[in-house]
T-cell receptor
C-alpha cells in the first residue's frame, strides 16, 4: 500500500525564522509526483509546491522549498522567513501514475509573532 | 483557465433529511473528480472518485452516494443524513502532474 506519513502533528515557529516539516512515503513505483498543500483557517486547500520524482533538483517557490530524497522516500518542506499568514495545516501528498493522490495526516503549523 | 465551483459553502441539516452537494468544473474536459471529507482538525478521507460520466468508485462504504450526470458535474448525496455525516466536504479535480485543484468546501452540520 502507498502511504504518506507526517510525523509532526503540530509545530510552531517564530515569525521570520525557518521551519521544516517532515514527510515520508512508501511506494514501489519509480515515477510519481509529490505535493505540499496548505490549508489555512478558511479551509481552502492551496497548492504550495510540487516535485516530480524523476527530477533530482529540489523544487522551490519563493520562500518555500523542498528537500527531496528519493532513495530515502523523504519529502520535507522548508519555509523560510516565516510569516503570520503561513499559519495553517500543511498536507504532504503523493500521486503515482494511477492519478489517485494519497495524503498525509497533516501538520498544524503556528507562526508566532 | 480551469476553475472549480462547489456549493453551498455552509449547510445545516436535520438528522434524516436528504443531502445534495454539487461541484462543477470549468475549462477542462473529462476530468477525474473526487469527493473528500475532513473531520475537524483531521486529514482528508477520500469518499468517491469518478473518471467519467456515470463512473463512480467508492472508497468507504457509508451513508453517502455520488453521481456524475455530466462530464464536469459531480454530486454528493444522501437520502437520510446521520449525525456522523457532519464534516467539511471538499470536491477536487485532477490536473495530472499539476496535482489536484480543490473547491472551496462545504461545511455540513447535521443537527
Amino acid at each position: 500500500a502507498q502511504t504518506v506519513t507526517q510525523s509532526q502533528p503540530e509545530m510552531s515557529v517564530q515569525e521570520a525564522e525557518t521551519v521544516t516539516l517532515s514527510c515520508t512515503y512508501d511506494t514501489s513505483e519509480n515515477n510519481y509526483y509529490l505535493f505540499w498543500y496548505k490549508q489555512p483557517p478558511s479551509r481552502q486547500m492551496i497548492l504550495v509546491i510540487r516535485q516530480e520524482a524523476y527530477k533530482q533538483q529540489n523544487a522551490t517557490e519563493n520562500r518555500f522549498s523542498v528537500n527531496f530524497q528519493k532513495a530515502a522516500k523523504s519529502f520535507s518542506l522548508k519555509i523560510s522567513d516565516s510569516q503570520l499568514g503561513d499559519t495553517a495545516m500543511y498536507f504532504c501528498a503523493f500521486m503515482p501514475g494511477s492519478n489517485d493522490m494519497r495524503f498525509g495526516a497533516g501538520t498544524r503549523l503556528t507562526v508566532k509573532p | 483557465s480551469q476553475t472549480i465551483h462547489q456549493w453551498p459553502a455552509t449547510l445545516v441539516q436535520p438528522v434524516g433529511s436528504p443531502l445534495s452537494l454539487e461541484c462543477t468544473v470549468e475549462g477542462t474536459s473529462n476530468p477525474n473528480l473526487y469527493w473528500y471529507r475532513q473531520a475537524a482538525g483531521r486529514g482528508l478521507q477520500l469518499l468517491f472518485y469518478s473518471v467519467g460520466i456515470g463512473q463512480i468508485s467508492s472508497e468507504v462504504p457509508q451513508n453517502l452516494s455520488a453521481s456524475r450526470p455530466q462530464d464536469r458535474q459531480f454530486i454528493l448525496s444522501s437520502k437520510k443524513l446521520l449525525l456522523s455525516d457532519s464534516g467539511f466536504y471538499l470536491c477536487a479535480w485532477s490536473a495530472l502532474a499539476r496535482g489536484y485543484t480543490f473547491g472551496s468546501g462545504t461545511r455540513l452540520t447535521v443537527v
